[in-house]
């Protein structure tokens, strides 16, 4: 078996491709069609760029429950700034990301400076945005999004890559060279592997950490301006359980909940796998609740398969050459 | 003009709230020098070093030198910067990262960098590991490499940034004897290129093969530096802990009925054909090269290792472990080598630690926990095994390495076991307080106990084994009794095939 096959990252496409196999011969009309196939991508776009910021920080062995509400406070912010402020594009993006930077800092701040546990910390900033966007919205719909921005959100590329994609790509690339081609990247794999070592190297561990809460904040902005522009309108109901969403894609993607092992490219495939899954459990119409079930269940299965791995690769460690 | 000493430390005090580690210690190394530094558990070894490292501030007052350049202040990057640079007991690599990366990203970090340039970081790695003279693949996950692999790794990662200091602490703990010999081929080359190097052990031999100078610390004050020329173990051990220590046989007062007996145990790629009795009052020694098999045969008495066949009879009855957990309620108990790692909760404070394994033995008539129980029974096995500092609410993980060692044999002795397992039971335990652990095992064993102890050190072999097993390759190479027992019979069997001689 050649190298490449025998990372985890090959073994996912294998499960993406066994998936789509197993769903285009269940429902071909409604499956391979341009149009599902586009939807699905439409769908898990957002979540594939929110994924980017969950990676850094499942990487490092942390983890944020609070994006979904990064990505509602952040869009609702963006939204109101570009119906009483300015309606310019870029600015609405701007505004965006500044307010997920501004929400990712409180929780940067609260695990790297105030040594809280990541869970902690974002379980309780998690209620706090929800509520607070809730204060700020009513709980109702905005709908009065300017009409400049709506159009942009329905431009294709091409006559075919909604623009959308373009985000994706930029932040897909963005993360993989930040953790590739920095030493804040790099750092990031070191603390996930020895979080001790790290700083006795000279890592500035704290200062790390907290920038990595300010990029999923970042990052979410984004995710949270791209869905809007998608659907012309906020609903800040909809990114409630996101959450389990994002950091399922992360760890079915291949990314170790202990930190240090995890790639950009099987998280996108762990984005891919649930987002088949999830159309394809519609598809085959299976109700709600199996669905909800399935990709619990689904999520298990690759955390518990990550800790088999590292047993099985500790017992091959205490190998003894017999007589 | 050349410096002659590469480092001058003194006053350096460090206090922790609890205890004063470090009490106006000097320390000087020369260039080019292999300097060792010795002290009992908890003389305050590791703390030291952590200052040098930067990793901890002494209390003011401290003068640091070096190259004839007063430093004020280190923080692990300054330090690098003038090339000190550490292995630490539990090295600090990183298993999930290439070896090209371990070993190339602490200079790179240090030259300020922001981007990583890969291509100039194998070439670092290249020239470290070619330096070495080693044969380790740069683009393997270090996790995959062998202890003794991981070790040059991390002392190329010395060498990548310029180092003109190595401390090395505890660094033959888990090496074989022929791995050792590599280390010091390279410590000897190192010190030929002018770089010095400072070595931490309670291995005294060892250190007598490589070192010019002994410094020596005892509770936390420096006692002097002793050329190695003018010492021997019993002069250093008896400046190390303020007496003279000897390593008296201890002979078994009855050896009763046999209680464990193993059958032609075979796992395949571990160990073949073990066949042994244990009686109770016995100490049984098993003995043998690292890498013999000794460990992965004693997991299967234990329930973490399963064997392929054989058969373990308990009191007269076969008995498989699933887990380790049906094997404590048998009564067995097992120490494992890499205490630190594997037996404490570092967080939590001694006394939770020492009961953690008993806390169901513990309740009062509500089934709660009895905490006043709890506390008599802490107290008990840490008077015992003589922790210091003798505080049962500090956390386990501000205990020196030794220490932090006997918490975890005091764990499993308040088990009351009726079989003890132990895994080189004085790895890291200073010369001093190997005798006590040894009049311990041998105490218990007295109180009716059996005892198996896995040892490398020949001379703990020799002093408390009523019966030595010799491991060679996964199998028993031999078996010596009372006065069968001898240095020159085992090391014969643990190194040679059965029907060579010579
Ligand atoms: N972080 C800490 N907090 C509180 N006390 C500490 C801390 N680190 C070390 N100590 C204490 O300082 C003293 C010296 O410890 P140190 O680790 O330097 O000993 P050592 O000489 O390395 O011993 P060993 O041979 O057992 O490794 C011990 O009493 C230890 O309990
Ligand atoms: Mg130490």
Redesign the interface.
């Known amino acids: 078996m050649k190298e490449w096959m025998k990372t985890k990252e090959f073994m996912i496409l294998m499960i993406v491709i066994a998936v789509f196999l197993i769903i285009s011969i269940g429902n071909p009309t409604a499956f391979l069609t341009t149009g599902n196939i586009f939807d699905i991508v439409k769908s898990n776009l957002v979540l594939a760029i929110a994924a980017m910021g969950m990676l850094p920080i499942i990487l490092t062995g942390g983890i944020d429950v609070s994006v979904g509400a990064l990505m509602g406070v952040a869009s609702v912010m963006s939204a109101y700034f570009m119906i009483h402020v300015s309606d310019n594009i870029a600015l609405g993006f701007l505004a965006g990301a500044l307010s997920g930077i501004l929400f990712g800092a409180v929780n940067g701040a609260f695990i790297a400076f105030m040594k809280m546990p990541p869970i902690v910390a974002t379980l309780g900033t998690l209620s706090i945005y929800q509520g607070l966007m809730n204060f700020i919205t009513n709980g109702n719909w905005i709908t009065n999004i300017p009409a400049g921005f709506v159009e942009f959100g329905k431009t294709y590329l091409f006559d075919l890559v909604p623009v959308q994609f373009i985000f994706l790509i930029v932040m897909v690339a963005l993360t993989w060279w930040l953790l590739?081609?920095?030493?804040?990247?790099?750092g990031v794999?070191?603390i996930?592997?020895?979080i001790?070592?790290?700083?006795?190297?000279?890592?500035n561990v704290k200062r790390l950490q907290f920038m990595l809460y300010m990029f999923i904040g970042f990052v979410s902005g984004i995710a949270g301006v791209v869905r809007t522009s998608i659907f012309g309108q906020v609903d800040p109901k909809v990114f409630t359980g996101f959450e389990l969403k994002v950091i399922g894609a992360v760890v079915v993607g291949g990314a170790s909940t202990s930190g240090?092992?995890g790639s950009v490219l099987g998280t996108l495939l762990g984005v891919v796998l649930m987002g088949l899954l999830e159309n394809g459990m519609i598809l085959l119409k299976i109700p709600t609740f199996w669905q909800k079930i399935f990709i619990g269940s689904v999520i298990l299965f690759a955390v518990t398969a990550d800790i088999l791995r590292a047993k099985r690769?500790e017992a091959k460690?205490?190998?003894?050459?017999?007589? | 003009m050349e410096n002659e000493y590469f480092l001058r430390v003194r006053n350096v005090s460090k206090t922790f709230p609890s205890v004063k580690a470090l009490d106006n210690v000097s320390f000087s190394v020369k260039t080019g020098e292999v300097h060792a530094l010795i002290g009992e558990n908890g003389a305050g070894k590791s703390t030291l070093i952590k200052i040098l490292?930067g990793?901890y501030e002494p209390d003011p007052g401290a003068h640091i030198e070096i190259e004839g350049e007063v430093i004020g202040k280190l923080?692990?990057?300054t330090s690098?910067r003038h090339g000190i640079s550490?292995i630490?007991q539990?090295f600090?690599?990183?298993?999930?990262?290439t070896v090209a990366?371990n070993i190339a990203?602490?200079s790179?970090?240090?030259q300020g960098?922001?981007?990583?340039d890969w291509k100039n970081m194998r070439q670092i790695a290249r020239k470290a590991i070619d330096y070495l003279g080693v044969d380790i693949p740069l683009d393997s996950r270090l996790?995959?490499l062998?202890i003794a692999k991981q070790q040059l790794v991390a002392i190329a990662r010395s060498l990548a940034s310029n180092a003109k200091m190595i401390i090395m602490d505890e660094p033959t703990s888990a090496l074989s004897k022929g791995e050792v010999d590599i280390l010091f081929k390279i410590i000897r080359n190192l010190q030929a290129d002018g770089i010095s190097v400072v070595f931490v052990s309670h291995k005294l031999e060892e250190l007598f093969e490589v070192c010019e100078t002994f410094t020596i610390l005892r509770d936390g004050k420096y006692i002097g530096d002793y050329p190695a020329r003018e010492m021997d173990n019993s002069k250093l051990i008896s400046l190390m802990v303020g007496r003279s220590v000897s390593y008296d046989r201890l002979e078994a007062k009855a050896i009763g009925e046999t209680i464990l007996e193993v059958q032609n145990l075979t796992k395949?790629?571990?160990?073949?054909d073990i066949s042994f009795q244990l009686h109770r009052g016995e100490i049984l020694g098993i003995t043998g090269l690292v890498?013999?098999?000794r460990?992965?045969m004693v997991h299967a008495l234990f329930g973490l290792n399963k064997p392929d066949n054989g058969t373990i009879l308990l009191n007269g009855s076969p008995v498989d472990f699933a887990t380790p957990s049906d094997a404590v309620a048998a009564g067995i108990a097992f120490v494992p080598e890499n205490r630190a790692l594997e037996g404490l909760v570092l967080r939590q404070n001694m006394r939770d630690n020492i009961t953690l394994a008993v806390l169901d033995q513990l309740t009062n008539s509500l089934k709660l926990i009895d905490q006043k129980r709890l506390l008599n029974e802490a107290e008990k096995w840490i008077k015992e095994i003589n922790v210091r500092p003798a505080v049962p609410d500090m956390p386990a993980g501000q205990f020196s390495g030794g220490n932090a060692q006997r918490i975890v044999i005091g764990k499993w002795l308040a088990t009351h076991p009726k079989i003890l397992i132990i895994d080189e039971p004085t790895n890291g335990i200073d010369v001093g307080a190997k005798a006590e652990i040894h009049r311990l095992m041998r105490q218990l064993a007295d109180d009716g106990m059996a005892i198996i102890m896995i040892s490398s050190e020949l001379p703990e072999v020799l002093a408390i084994s009523d019966r030595v097993l010799v491991m060679?390759?996964?199998?028993i190479n031999g078996e010596f009794m009372g006065s069968q027992i001898n240095s020159e019979s085992i090391m014969n069997k643990a190194f040679l095939?059965d029907n060579k001689v010579g």
């Not at chain 1, 590739?180 to 790099?186: E, I, L, P, Q």
């Not at chain 1, 460690?317 to 007589?323: E, N, Q």
């Not at chain 2, 960098?113 to 990583?116: A, Q």
């Open positions: 590739k081609y920095t030493y804040w990247g790099r794999f070191a996930g592997g020895n001790i070592s790290a700083e006795r190297i000279g890592f240090g092992y690769a460690r205490i190998k003894v050459d017999v007589a | 490292a990793v923080n692990p990057i690098v550490i630490f539990d600090s690599l990183f298993a999930n990262l990366e990203i602490s790179s970090l240090q960098s922001t981007l990583v996790g995959n062998s395949a790629g571990n160990f073949k890498g013999s098999g460990t992965e060679r390759r996964g199998r095939a």
